[in-house]
């Protein structure tokens, strides 16, 4: 019957056990590991449960999965989005459903959410990029998967642009996913082209891209980063372990998790008073070998 219960009626009391729900857009991305791991971590902390549920980027499963975590009557839902524009989860807020969304915004619904500024962490990269003597770069990513990756790249020109550089000095290589196959088939590409047309420094959309990226360079004898510097983004664990130890823009994965559990329980637990907040970390480059040499 679609049944939520009402707002005022899900307050806590005493002796009720305290359930969350965590709705990730794809747990074979690392990045989502961790933040799931810093919420079920906070969650431990302050005696609540956390139900997580993988929606592998797809926005019929996602659809399901928000059905299910209702029906299992959590007192609210985490979310990183498949879909942010999915008229589902407005409807969740309608019939009094707190939700917080981590990562992926969801336009201007009156939620709390929380992610990390991406055009600041663009711009770490290319002023990064530049520093090292470059004037050639790449980036791999496509700014039609998410909102994150347009806010990346556009960055990553503002940093060009400030350098006094033409906006030709940028090639994008678009990619269909955020995964390891992605950046070797991006690799692939650069590795075809003659020295003097290759870009001397890449920035890629995310550590899973780069890490791709790396392998295949490596694979086809251009050195890292001699002839080509390597930026990734996130720091994800793999990232400081590679074959060449990859410089990368960190985001805090668990940080957004702990937060978003915060956040939550406060909407739950104050009700009508509670107000909704909107939290913006910034990101931090990582330099390791992959970047640091001087052209």
């Known amino acids: 019957l679609q049944f939520v219960p009402s ?13 969350l729900g965590f709705a990730l857009a794809d747990m074979g991305n690392p990045f989502f590991v961790d933040v799931a ?20 980027e797809d926005v019929g499963r996602e659809e ?17 989005p498949v879909d942010e524009r999915n008229p589902r989860l407005e409807h969740l807020v309608q019939r009094g459903v707190p939700i917080v969304y981590v990562d992926r915004i969801s336009g201007d619904r009156p939620c709390c959410w929380l992610a990390t500024d991406d055009r600041a962490g663009g711009e770490l990269a290319g002023a990064h990029l530049i520093a090292q003597g470059n004037t050639r770069f790449a980036f791999i990513g496509d700014d039609r998967i998410a909102r994150q990756v347009a806010d990346r790249l556009r960055g990553f020109r503002e940093a060009i642009d400030a350098a006094g550089l033409p906006p030709e000095a940028i090639t994008v290589i678009p990619t269909s996913s955020w995964k390891i196959a992605d950046g070797r088939k991006a690799g692939r590409q650069l590795a075809q082209l003659a020295p003097a047309e290759r870009p001397t420094a ?19 004898g251009i050195r890292v980063p001699d002839d080509i510097a390597l930026v990734g983004y996130d720091d994800l664990e793999w990232a400081s372990v590679s074959t060449i130890p990859l410089t990368t823009v960190r985001q805090p994965r668990e940080e957004f998790g702990r937060t978003a559990v915060r ?33």
């Open 7 to 19: 707002r005022n009626s899900r307050q806590f009391r005493p002796g009720r056990e305290r359930t």
């Open 37 to 56: 791991l810093g919420a079920e971590a906070a969650a431990k902390e302050l005696g609540v449960g956390v139900v997580i549920v993988h929606n592998g």
């Open 64 to 80: 399901q999965n928000l059905d299910l975590l209702v029906q299992q009557r959590v007192h609210g839902i985490m979310i990183t």
């Open 202 to 220: 890449v920035f890629c959309a995310n550590d899973m891209i780069a890490l791709g990226m790396l392998q295949e360079l490596l694979h086809a």
């Open 263 to 295: 956040m939550l329980l406060d909407e739950v637990e104050q009700g009508a008073a509670h107000e909704h907040e909107h939290v913006v970390f910034m990101p931090e480059l990582v330099v390791r070998e992959s970047s640091n040499a001087k052209r």
